[in-house]
């Protein structure tokens, strides 16, 4: 018989990091290259590949980071995640893009530098092994809506400001507490999805979210991954159910796993129980055997 002592000592801890602390964070190792993906000076991605002793392609991950959309953080605190997520066997391709204030980041252009991001696959495959088979998204905070939208994005209007012709499919979405719902996002007080829209009012939000929310563009066609833990913001948590809720209904594939004692930045933590989950999602959307297990 377990005893309740045991099960709470065996039960995963999270270290409920800060933003702080993250920011901090360096990877081991530098990545195979940094390439422009248009000719703005801040949209570049890293780029690594997996070390492999075969000639075959590896699957991609496309990392797109948060920070409230903000220009105060890069791509350099998610840069730790990538280096693991590589370490799996999957390339990885670490998006920089214009945030709110830096020029040009203006609606739709920070929507438009994800889209030119992830569609980069394409010319990466021309030099890289990279199966385009096989393109993966994975974002966190802010990053998550932009990693979820991008996976929608194919449902656009040919008349929507954000359209682009012949987005790239994916295979997979792993969304790390992402804002995938604008509107009720901006219900719950956070007012800068506004800027994102770049919308004066509600009335504003509500006619732009129609192409640059995720929750909009259901369904998708593609499974996802949603991840977030019980020490994030309540409103957060429950647009994550209604976000599943709602994309389920609709036939999507969704799996929602709400971590208990994680906050806000324990999920993008390598060396934190959250890791073993997104390295399980990785691995199935991706079809990679557990290097571990080999």
């Known amino acids: 018989m377990v005893t309740p002592h045991a099960q709470e000592a065996s039960a995963p801890t999270f270290a409920n990091l800060s933003d702080r602390d993250v920011v901090g964070w360096?990877?081991?190792?530098?990545?195979?290259?940094?390439?422009?993906?248009?000719?703005e000076a801040l949209t570049y991605?890293?780029?690594?590949?997996?070390r492999s002793d075969t000639d075959e392609k590896a699957p991609l991950v496309v990392v797109i980071?948060?920070?409230?959309?903000?220009?105060?953080?890069?791509?350099?605190?998610?840069a730790r995640l990538a280096e693991a997520v590589t370490a799996l066997g999957a390339a990885t391709w670490n998006l920089e893009f214009r945030?709110?204030?830096?020029?040009?980041?203006?609606f739709p252009g920070m929507f438009l530098d994800i889209s030119r991001g992830v569609d980069f696959?394409?010319?990466?495959?021309r030099e890289y092994p990279i199966d385009l088979d096989r393109v993966l998204l994975l974002g966190h905070s802010s990053g998550g809506h932009l990693a979820t939208w991008a996976a929608g994005?194919?449902?656009?209007?040919?008349?929507?400001?954000?359209y682009v012709k012949d987005p790239l499919r994916v295979r997979g979405v792993i969304d790390l507490a992402g804002v995938l719902d604008l509107e009720h996002a901006h219900s719950a007080g956070?007012?800068?999805?506004?800027q994102?829209?770049?919308?004066?009012?509600?009335?504003?939000?509500?006619?732009?979210?129609?192409?640059?929310?995720?929750?909009?563009?259901?369904?998708?066609?593609?499974?996802?991954?949603?991840?977030?833990?019980?020490?994030?913001?309540?409103?957060r948590i429950e647009s994550h159910r209604r976000y599943r809720d709602t994309g389920t209904a609709l036939g999507d594939d969704i799996d929602l796993i709400e971590l208990e004692g994680a906050n806000h930045f324990d999920v993008v933590d390598p060396s934190s129980p959250a890791w073993e989950k997104i390295a399980s999602a990785v691995r199935d959307y991706a079809g990679l055997r557990n290097r571990d297990a080999s």
């Open 26 to 39: 360096l990877p081991t190792t530098l990545p195979d290259a940094r390439i422009h993906y248009s000719s």
């Open 45 to 50: 991605g890293d780029l690594r590949m997996p």
């Open 65 to 78: 980071h948060g920070g409230g959309w903000e220009s105060s953080y890069s791509s350099d605190y998610v």
């Open 99 to 106: 945030r709110l204030n830096n020029p040009g980041s203006e």
């Open 121 to 125: 696959a394409r010319e990466l495959a």
């Open 153 to 162: 994005r194919r449902n656009l209007s040919p008349v929507s400001p954000l």
């Open 190 to 194: 956070r007012t800068d999805v506004l």
């Open 196 to 235: 994102v829209v770049r919308a004066d009012e509600p009335a504003g939000l509500s006619a732009r979210a129609r192409d640059a929310s995720a929750i909009r563009l259901l369904p998708f066609g593609v499974p996802q991954t949603l991840i977030i833990g019980t020490k994030d913001n309540p409103w």
